[in-house]
């Protein structure tokens, strides 16, 4: 009896021992695996767009255009979710440039986001990008972010609103506006 | 011949009828994903979709990233990191290729993928953080672009795809990771829909990236509903404190109900409890109510000690058993030899 006693106490006590070494995450050399998860991808419709035309006035003026649609597909299965951001740099015509604070550019998700599919039906949440502050020329803002878990594809159309002021002058301006998935 | 013309007659009409169009799969535009993880984090689910990992000054890491090409033709992919930042609770890539300490470590070879329509390359990142670096965990994402000089007039739209980096540098133990559900907070949306907004404290060392689910309880009439997914995208820098926010089904009213949130970040979980009550009208929030907090339900970094702990108690109590029963042994035998 006194046997087993002794036995069953050097065994816990290597037990012991063994289980509060086990997490010591000291490891010299970092063995890696490959692991199976899929993509997460971005589709855009074109790549580039006319907003039209608009008449300078004393009281300023306003653009406003479709973006081709953004489709997000995320395959990787996980837990966690993705965020796609939205930015825009000047507005430049040959030497012209419009300030930044004489314009302000104003996107929304006029379609969508709509989730096409999914094993939930969660809808993307989306910032509307305040009409007042506008979406800072050069700066990155997060648009649209996923709330599902699991794959999941999601596409929505933006409108960009570029609000001009009066004082600038009359031409065809160019920019690029850059969706960022991650 | 007019069987088949039945058959495709019925085809039509009792075809599946799809709300939306089901994506082309095959036009997915450019993909990315992360190749390897490390196998000491197989159990956290952020590692595996990541690059996630802790190092000390003066050490490398490798990690391989694949791009796909769904676009429907050939594209010339551009790699490169790109500066992040943990603001206004979500992971955010500065615009174009900012810089910041951690993309200065980062090289990401080929820089540039030639893809033809549907094929994929692999690319990889070796990161060497430099030796007496500072510690502290920094962030950044590894970009996959198509750059095309788009010939027309008007506003070019580019598109990128990115794999985040956190990385933490310090000493050879990684800072611990904890998060406390501090408040929830019931609410209608104007929509109508009620929500339940939960502010989150990260009181850990590394950033997280919040998941979970919230239940009902001990409702009106006994009444239990849920779980519901809290939504996606918060990332918490440590000692940052966000709002997680659940949307629950419109046909949740009144109250008051007990709402159990369980929040998960890695292989990190926490769980809080409140009772809360939904307004009545559209667009109208309660109080935040004080969540107390539940006992752990898995945190490696306490359950193995105090395993440990439990085991070393075992042992101490059967060694002083031990111990009794040789005394009292040498005891019979004392006066008994005599």
Redesign the interface.
Known sequence: M?KA??L??VA??L??LA??A??A???DV??????A????????A??????GTATTSLTGTTVTGN??K??V?D??G??????S?V?STAFTSGALTIAASKAKAYIVPTNGP?L??AA?S?VP?TTAIDAATGLTL???Q?FV?????ASN?V?YTPT?QVTIDSTVAAA?Y????????? | MCWIAIVAVLGLVVGPAAAQPAPDPARTGLGIRLLDAPSDRRDDPRAQVYVVDHVQPGAALSRRVEVVNRTGRAAQVSLYPAAAELTAGSFQVLPGAAANQLTGWIRVSPATLRLAAGASGTATVDIAVPAGTGGGERYAAVMAEIRESSSEEGISIASRVGVRVYLSVGGPKEPVSDFEITTLQAARQPDGRPIVTAQVRNTGGRALDMSGTLSLTAGPGGLSAGPFPAELGTTLPPGGSSPVVVVLDPAIRGGPWVATLTLRSGPLERAAKATVTFPDEAGQQAEPVAAEQLPLVKDPDILVPLAGALIGLIVAVLLYVLYRRRRRDRGDEGPGAQ
């Open positions: 006194r006693l002794a069953g106490t816990l006590s037990a012991g289980a509060a086990a997490p995450s000291a490891a970092t063995a890696t695996f490959t692991v998860a899929g993509t997460l991808s971005i589709a855009t074109a790549t580039s767009a006319n907003l973006l081709p953004v489709t597909t395959n990787r996980s837990t966690l979710g993705w965020n951001s930015a709509t096409t599919s939930l969660a949440s050069g700066a990155a997060v972010t996923a709330t599902t878990t594809s596409d960009v065809t160019s920019g690029t506006i850059s969706h960022t998935v991650v």
